[in-house]
């Protein structure tokens, strides 16, 4: 027997141990997509399928910077998807986020997928994560956000990188004449839609179903969702959605007309010397990017310099307008918010928390409206200023926008909605121990949906163990049905399904309740505009 026959022996050996043994191994762990073949590997106990850094669109450089994600060149032979993608170009903007990618790129396109699924004929729900981080930062690498144990509920698990900051979401002139569609701005979108028709052209062979699909996000990924929801040009390609604190209904992320980004963004690029597109392409990316950093340091708050717009194409005009007229797709919607999104120091800066100085700064803020907002955001103690303060914060930095988007969907949608409020406030880090307590912040819900507590060192709870169980189980069913509802889960109504606005609160005992801060969300809404 010659050593070529020997080998091949040996491999169907093990694939026949495998088989016996019930492990998904070598061959099954390859998979033939629309570009060739790749190769991932298996969890550590064989019941997940992982496939990293799949190339999903072209990479966006040189003359392709600043373009709608075009196709992937074909390879020969097996590409090896064990390695996360690089994440895209962005500078340090939040401390607390960890990447296991080998560092930042313009090259930056790449997918990955988590499955449970042993035969592409097992149709499997399909949920497509959308990171956070402000259109700014973030990456499909952070440990929060690992999509193993989320598969083993049965679901196949997609994340995918897309483009920010001045490389996602520069517009010019110049940029929307060599459009086809005389658009520019957008591209971090149309790369998150470029992913999801991805999806549908292949997630099959990964045991998942194309007609299954349920795009969820957090924070700027919540706000995507809310987006993709509204573009004609992401209809058909998802089932379902589901928002994790934001949406493009307030001012907080607010959608400049095309004209007016590109007024502003060409004068960036003049700051820069660059008079021409292709002086723009020729910049290096750090060049770019660290003009960019440096205009957005000037910037006071939290403003957001490079952001989404509405450019006539993706978004042919604003979120919410396309929701008054009910042409958003018409998918289930799951979304929600946490306790507590802000801070009182946002609104009351460096004053003491003193129900005094918390009424003259409302007076200083809203004039002849302060008294009807001190109805709903009271002041009789100070520790209820501190509070009214707390949730006054959050409110015009997420809940409010949330809610709206919750609200427009059940009037003008045609499914089902469902509201939560995460209200678990995970025990301190030993760096956090002696600063005061965050409460249920901004993004602590992310490591209960996925199941990943132990990305964070924390001194975790068993009821903090089960309320992650009873999330990711409330997900996974809502992308399998539509409906978050399953045996031996608390009974979670749909939002308006009876005459009350409920609202399913997620905690060590979690339960659902009518809407109890309807008044200061209804306030907010009479000082907004679109």
């Not at 803020?365 to 907002?373: H, I, P, Q, S, V």
């Not at 801060?517 to 907010?524: G, S, T």
């Amino acid at each position: 027997m010659s050593k070529g026959e020997e080998r091949g022996h040996y491999r169907k050996a093990i694939l026949i141990c495998a088989m016996l043994l019930g492990v998904n191994a070598l061959a099954a762990d390859r998979v033939r997509i629309d570009t060739g073949v790749v190769e991932g590997t298996a969890s550590a106990d064989a019941k997940v399928r992982i496939f990293k850094g799949i190339p999903f669109a072209a990479p966006p450089v040189g003359a392709l910077r600043w373009k709608a994600p075009q196709p992937v060149p074909s390879w020969t032979g097996v590409r090896q998807a064990t390695e996360f993608g690089p994440r895209c170009i962005q500078g340090h903007v939040f401390d607390d986020m960890v990447f296991r990618d080998n560092g930042p790129s313009e090259d930056c396109l790449y997918l990955n997928v988590w499955t449970p699924a042993t035969s592409s004929q097992a149709r499997l729900p399909v949920m497509v994560w959308v990171y956070g981080g402000g259109f700014e930062a973030g990456s499909t690498s952070e440990p929060q956000q690992d999509g193993e144990n989320l598969a083993k509920k049965g679901v196949v698990v997609v994340s995918m990188g897309y483009r920010l900051g001045v490389f996602g979401f520069f517009s010019h002139p110049d940029l929307a004449r060599e459009s086809d569609h005389h658009a520019s701005g957008n591209y971090g979108l149309l790369d998150q839609v470029a992913a999801l028709e991805w999806v549908r052209r292949n997630i099959a062979a990964f045991g998942g179903d194309p007609g299954q699909v349920t795009i969820f996000g957090e924070s700027a990924g919540s706000f995507s969702v809310s987006a993709l929801t509204a573009s004609p040009l992401a209809q058909g390609l998802f089932q379902g959605a589901i928002g994790e604190s934001g949406a493009f209904f307030s001012a907080t992320l607010d959608l400049q007309p095309l004209a007016r980004t590109e007024e502003v963004d060409a004068k960036f690029a003049d700051s820069l010397g660059a008079h021409s597109l292709d002086a723009l392409r020729a910049k290096p990316a750090q060049e770019l990017l660290d003009a960019a950093m440096k205009q957005q340091a000037s910037l006071k708050g939290s403003a957001i310099r490079f952001r989404p717009n509405i450019d006539g194409y993706f978004l042919p005009e604003s979120v919410s307008a396309i929701y008054a007229r009910g042409r958003q797709s018409h998918v289930p919607l799951l979304a929600g918010w946490n306790a507590d999104e802000g801070h009182f120091q946002s609104i009351l800066g460096k004053a003491e928390p003193t129900m005094q100085n918390y009424i003259a700064r409302m007076h200083a803020l809203f004039g002849d409206k302060a008294d009807a907002l001190l109805k709903v955001y009271p002041a009789g103690t100070d520790a209820q200023a501190k509070r009214s303060a707390q949730d006054l914060a959050g409110d015009q930095f997420i809940a409010y926008s949330t809610w709206k988007w919750i609200e427009m969907q059940a009037d003008t949608g045609k499914s089902p909605v469902y509201r939560y409020q995460f209200d678990d406030a995970p025990p301190p880090s030993v760096s956090e121990r002696n600063a005061p307590p965050l409460g249920a912040y901004h993004s602590a819900e992310i490591v209960f949906v996925f199941e990943t507590l132990a990305s964070e060192d924390r001194p975790w709870r068993p009821e903090d163990e089960k309320l992650s169980d009873l999330m990711s189980s409330y997900w996974v069913n809502f992308a399998r049905t539509g409906d978050p509802n399953g045996p031996g889960l608390p009974p979670w109504p749909a939002y308006r399904s009876e005459k009350e606005h409920e609202v399913m609160h997620l905690s060590a005992s979690s339960h659902a309740t009518p809407d109890e801060h309807k008044a200061r969300y209804e306030f907010l809404d009479t000082l907004a505009s679109f």
